[in-house]
């Protein structure tokens, strides 16, 4: 009897026929379960990878984009990955002790920060990575 799930296919052996596998055990007196039965499993449907040659391409937020004026002005270059701004962005806040104290989800923000985050005062750590997101040119 063969059974098949996608990329594998399993056949198990058994010394019966696989049409005493479909009666009830009281249909077959003296049943016993055989005590050879296997399982065997062929790959049927399975393909080579392709071999790693070098380093992949950056894609998604790790590519590096060009950036406004008032971001390249933060974190120091024209382009950047939006992971890499991130990271600056933190660096920076945390560097100029800009948390509020009493809540560190809050960001207190100075001159250069406002610029970023469209001229607030403050900000949750949850926005911050969608309000750089218009600075991703």
């Known amino acids: 009897m063969a059974i098949s799930s996608g990329v594998f296919s399993t056949t ?10 479909l009666r009830p055990s009281s249909a ?4 016993l379960p055989p005590t050879n039965l296997r399982m065997v ?4 449907l399975a393909t080579a990878s392709k071999p790693v040659t070098g380093k992949r391409e950056p894609r998604g937020i790790m590519k590096p ?14 382009e ?3 992971t890499q701004a991130l990271k600056q962005i933190w660096a920076y806040i945390k560097e100029h002790n800009l948390q509020d104290p009493e809540n560190k989800k809050i960001i207190v923000c100075d ?15 949850l926005e911050i990575a969608g309000l ?6």
Do not use: C, N, W, Y
């Not at 198990?12 to 596998?21: D, I, Y």
């Not at 077959?28 to 049943?31: A, D, E, K, Q, T």
């Not at 001159?111 to 750590?125: A, H, M, N, P, Y």
């Open 12 to 21: 198990f052996l058994s010394p019966e026929p696989a049409s005493s596998f």
């Open 28 to 31: 077959r007196p003296g049943f």
């Open 41 to 44: 499993r062929t790959v049927t």
């Open 65 to 78: 984009r060009r950036v406004s004026p008032e971001m390249e002005a933060l974190v120091g270059a024209p």
């Open 80 to 82: 950047i990955p939006r």
């Open 111 to 125: 001159e250069k920060l406002k610029k970023i985050f469209g001229g607030r005062d403050q900000v949750g750590f």
């Open 132 to 137: 750089i997101s218009p600075h991703f040119l």
